[in-house]
């Protein structure tokens, strides 16, 4: 999934070992890889992610989403990955865990 950490990479994102990644800390580690997702991007996927909204995102939460997000990852209709792609099938996988959790 472009831009987002790995479950198992979690703590290695979590700078401060508080246990919580904070928005810099989550921003910094969907960073790293060759898509870079726009701050805005970064910071729709992490009020997403940050269920009880408290200014950051705990193992819990990021386990819950990461869940959701590896299980409804679809493949485009022709087959070939683009980036675009990609990225616009992780931005419904982001609307519809939003909607998720307002249930």
Not at 16 to 22: E, T
Not at 26 to 37: C, G, L, M
Not at 71 to 82: I, Q, V
């Amino acid at each position: 999934m472009p831009g987002v950490v790995e479950f198992s990479s979690f703590k290695g994102a979590d700078i401060d070992k508080s246990g919580d990644l904070k928005r810099e800390e989550f921003a910094k580690a969907t960073k790293t890889d060759n898509s870079r997702p726009d701050n805005m991007k970064v910071n729709d996927i992490f009020d997403a992610i940050d269920i009880d909204k408290s200014g950051s995102i705990s193992s819990e939460e990021y386990k819950k989403f990461y869940n959701f997000a590896s299980s409804n990852r679809g493949s485009s209709a022709d087959g070939k990955y683009t980036e675009e792609k990609e990225f616009q099938a992780f931005d419904t996988i982001v609307e519809d865990y939003k909607a998720s959790q307002e249930k």
